[in-house]
């Protein structure tokens, strides 16, 4: 069979115009081709060409059980998105999404929360089975392990602390001041069998806290950023989709101490973990000229390769730290929640027959 060497002009056209599934397989083709497809470039001109959305699901509290959720994107200059805003309704509330666009909605009425899966581009929903028990101070995360067929799991942990009390605030933080070890259960979904199962309960000490970040969905797991006080670093809490197996990985040195959040950050290191569990410094990004023009606004994530995300009170904003280009969108409110999705208009089979 012959070969071809195509210039990356070639390979620009040619992925821009496949079809969502068909751009993220010819990411294994070569690392040229799949550092490509994650410049923002690429993505927005992607996106015009195959109708395909891509940006952040936001979701902001306008008054108590009333929520405003609402698209983020790149390609065109609006935080407005009337069939996303208008088939969620203000009384649901965004708990998790995937990157495929999948979305977990709860609804919270007398005798506890009911759940709803979704895709709001093609206005498919599906109601998930409550959790059983209702367990209080719970922290709930989704991610997707197949598309053909559609597979996704969905992991709810929940502090065994407060098995015996009927109500608990949220706080953005779990302090623990206990002298023993903490038992969080487990309880995970599975869109294959449409239930629920009660997994082993995950056993952490009394100095992890979670931090008041968002999970990431990222090579077939979910991980969240831990901190523990007595040892004064930060780690990475990990869950295994596939085995169903939890693990705990250390940052880099420089990155291990408690931060201070009072400082605004001018540089910006970017470290990658590799499969070895080594972590490698990619590069370092220079800050400065940004925080002159959004000096409130905060890191939030990775839009693409080249393109950082900041989220501010109102505000969201896309910065090209290669062009130094600034992409500022007015959204209104405090922002709760913004998930990146990228997703087409094809109908999804949610629930197994």
Known sequence: MASYDFSRDILFEIFSRAEL?????CRVLSKECKDLTYESSFMRLHS???STMVGYLLQSSRVPTQYLVSIADSVKPTAYSPYVSYFLHHRFRVVAAANEGLVLCSLSKFGGNSFYICKPTTQQWEVIPSPKPQFWKTNISMLVLGSNPLRFKIVRLSDSRYDDIGHVSDHSESEYSDEEDVSWHCEIFDSKSWEWKQSDDLKLTCHDSFKNTQVVSACGGLHW????????????????????EWGMTSLPDSLGGKDHRCQIAHMLDVWILNYEK??????????????????????????GADTVFMVDIGWVSFYNFKTHKLNRIMVGGSIDSAHFIQTGSESVKLKPE
Do not use: A, C
Request: neutral net charge.
């Open 21 to 25: 599934k068909t751009m993220k397989e």
């Open 48 to 50: 015009e060409r195959t």
């Open 225 to 244: 950023l831990m901190f523990n006080h007595e040892q004064d670093k930060h780690t990475i809490l990990s869950f295994d989709g596939d085995k169903e």
């Open 278 to 303: 080594i972590w490698i410094k990619k590069h370092t990004i220079n800050l400065e000229s940004l925080n002159e023009k959004v000096p409130h606004s905060r890191f939030h994530s990775f839009y």
